[in-house]
């Protein structure tokens, strides 16, 4: 692989579940393999395909911020819930991650 090819792949996001993200992370809703009732009311409380997610709590339950409201959602929820790293926020959140719990 070229080095052209690297930094093209390191650009690329990460996917995983939103319950596998520590605190502070941030990243873009990208998918979710809910049921349409689910999805539905996820979309009427903002979380929509492409959102900023903030992850304020992880585990059960797993406390996201979008759009300035704080969701609070079950484990079993969060491990459905695809997500894409934001890697241009990654470094900011988790600073002020560590200066909010100082």
């Known amino acids: 692989m070229s080095d052209a090819d690297n930094k093209r792949l ?9 319950a596998d993200l520590p605190v502070g992370s941030v990243a873009r809703l990208s ?6 009732g689910e999805a539905c009311l996820l979309a009427a409380m903002g979380m929509t395909e492409g959102c900023r ?7 059960d339950p797993c406390i996201v911020e979008v759009r300035s409201t704080r969701i ?12 894409a790293s934001d890697g241009a926020d990654a470094g900011a959140s988790a ?3 560590s200066a ?3």
């Open 10 to 18: 390191a650009r690329l996001p990460v996917l995983q579940h939103l």
């Open 53 to 59: 997610l903030k992850v304020r709590t992880s585990g």
């Open 72 to 83: 609070g959602l079950a484990r079993s929820v969060a491990v459905r819930l695809v997500v």
């Open 100 to 102: 909010e719990a100082k």
């Open 31 to 36: 998918c979710e393999e809910l049921s349409e």
């Open 95 to 97: 600073a002020a991650s």
